[in-house]
């Protein structure tokens, strides 16, 4: 589909678009008043609408497929979309976003879903605005049971990192996003071409372009974790070569090299969850889970109350950036709000 569409469709003022606009709009989006624009990203556009029907405001993420795939790829592009986006579709569970209609639009395809407010977990890595130490294992706990809920459906993620986690701490909401864009399991599909992901929380096995379950999710959940808790990825480097070399080979350092007062058994749950091979690794969200319950009793009572983040406003930037944090997509040959994480 072309950009014209989505240029005309409508801006922040809640007034219907013309009588030409409302031609193109594709068949399945014409039950959404479509809003304003949300977020956009290489790959995608996020609006809010509102259902006709129900009256329910969603947010659309339109993606533009025809950008990123060959022609001749685009029709098994489309067809793989859809069967995930159906599968993303029956997950029901409090902690993940819910997909809640996809479809094809020409050349390109759209997926709505709930939309939620809060922030999403970037906001919360870096020094001075790392959450409480309770709060972020009871929160490693929930989003490893809902991975555990999703991988017991036959879905994995492939790109669990903070900006795919909304929290919204007043209600204690949270949702993994972007499961609507997730590969089946189904073991009857290798990977081939394009590694998607984002390199500084992606497994071994999935950088290097082999098949991945649900234990390469749990990985990336203990990267996710690992941030939240020192505000240091467990691999950096400026170079992308090195980045994989270290993820490939070298182990993560110890959590209490930036945190001291960190209890050992979470640094021995992290350094689990980070471990190369994937049959060494935690093989269930709920096996991390409880381990990191084990660790709730454990910690100093200054760990129990909510202590109080610095304002989001005007923090300067990690003096270490890790460039490669950020999504990036691989060919083969290198590999060997809904609104803040768009593909």
Same mark, same amino acid.
């Given at each position: 589909?072309?950009?014209?569409?989505?240029?005309?469709?409508?801006g922040?003022?809640?007034?219907?678009?013309?009588?030409?606009?409302?031609?193109?709009?594709p068949?399945?989006?014409?039950?959404?008043?479509?809003?304003?624009?949300?977020?956009?990203?290489?790959?995608?556009i996020?609006?809010?609408?509102?259902?006709?029907?129900?009256?329910?405001?969603?947010?659309?993420?339109?993606?533009?497929?025809q950008?990123?795939?060959?022609?001749?790829?685009l029709?098994?592009?489309?067809?793989?979309?859809?069967?995930?986006?159906?599968?993303?579709?029956?997950?029901?569970?409090?902690?993940?976003?819910?997909?809640?209609?996809?479809?094809?639009?020409?050349?390109?395809?759209?997926?709505?879903?709930?939309?939620?407010?809060?922030?999403?977990?970037s906001?919360?890595?870096?020094?001075?605005?790392l959450?409480?130490?309770?709060?972020?294992? *009871? /929160?490693?706990?929930? @989003? %490893?049971?809902? $991975? &555990?809920? =999703?991988?017991?459906?036959?879905?994995?993620? !492939?790109?669990?990192?903070?900006?795919?986690?909304?929290?919204?701490?007043?209600?204690?909401?949270?949702?993994?996003?972007?499961?609507?864009?997730?590969?089946?399991?189904?073991?009857?599909?290798?990977?081939?071409?394009?590694?998607?992901?984002?390199?500084?929380?992606?497994?071994?096995?999935?950088?290097?372009g082999l098949?991945?379950?649900?234990?390469?999710?749990?990985?990336?959940?203990?990267?996710l974790?690992?941030?939240?808790?020192?505000?240091?990825?467990p691999?950096?480097?400026?170079?992308?070569?090195?980045?994989?070399?270290?993820?490939?080979?070298?182990?993560?350092?110890?959590?209490?090299?930036?945190?001291? *007062? /960190?209890?050992?058994? @979470? %640094?021995?749950? $992290? &350094?689990? =969850?980070?471990?190369?091979?994937?049959?060494? !690794?935690y093989?269930?969200?709920?096996?991390?889970?409880?381990?990191?319950?084990?660790?709730?009793?454990q910690?100093?009572?200054?760990a129990?109350?909510?202590?109080?983040?610095?304002?989001?406003?005007?923090?300067?930037?990690?003096?270490s950036?890790?460039?490669?944090?950020?999504?990036?997509?691989?060919?083969?040959?290198?590999?060997?709000?809904?609104?803040?994480?768009?593909?």
């Open positions: 589909m072309s950009g014209g569409f989505w240029k005309r469709v409508m922040g003022g809640g007034e219907e678009v013309s009588g030409d606009a409302k031609r193109a709009v068949a399945g989006l014409q039950r959404y008043e479509i809003g304003e624009e949300l977020g956009r990203g290489a790959m995608a996020v609006y809010r609408a509102a259902d006709k029907q129900t009256g329910e405001v969603v947010a659309i993420k339109r993606l533009a497929l950008r990123e795939f060959a022609s001749e790829d029709a098994e592009v489309r067809q793989r979309f859809m069967r995930e986006a159906r599968a993303a579709g029956h997950l029901q569970h409090p902690d993940i976003l819910r997909v809640i209609d996809a479809g094809e639009a020409e050349q390109d395809a759209w997926i709505a879903m709930e939309l939620v407010q809060g922030q999403d977990l906001h919360f890595t870096r020094s001075g605005q959450l409480p130490l309770r709060e972020t294992l *009871e /929160l490693g706990i929930r @989003l %490893a049971r809902a $991975l &555990a809920y =999703a991988h017991s459906q036959g879905v994995v993620h !492939r790109d669990i990192k903070p900006a795919n986690v909304m929290l919204e701490r007043t209600s204690a909401a949270v949702k993994i996003m972007d499961f609507g864009i997730a590969r089946i399991a189904d073991g009857s599909r290798t990977r081939t071409g394009l590694v998607l992901g984002t390199p500084s929380f992606m497994s071994p096995e999935q950088l290097a098949k991945v379950d649900g234990r390469s999710d749990l990985y990336s959940l203990g990267a974790l690992y941030q939240l808790l020192t505000g240091q990825l691999h950096q480097s400026e170079s992308m070569a090195k980045l994989m070399y270290r993820i490939a080979n070298e182990p993560a350092p110890d959590i209490r090299h930036y945190r001291k *007062e /960190l209890p050992e058994s @979470l %640094a021995l749950v $992290l &350094a689990l =969850a980070l471990e190369k091979r994937p049959e060494l !690794r093989a269930s969200g709920e096996q991390l889970a409880q381990d990191l319950e084990a660790i709730l009793p910690l100093p009572a200054e129990e109350g909510v202590l109080p983040i610095a304002p989001l406003a005007g923090l300067s930037q990690p003096q950036v890790d460039p490669f944090a950020q999504t990036q997509r691989l060919d083969a040959a290198e590999a060997g709000q809904n609104p803040r994480t768009l593909p």
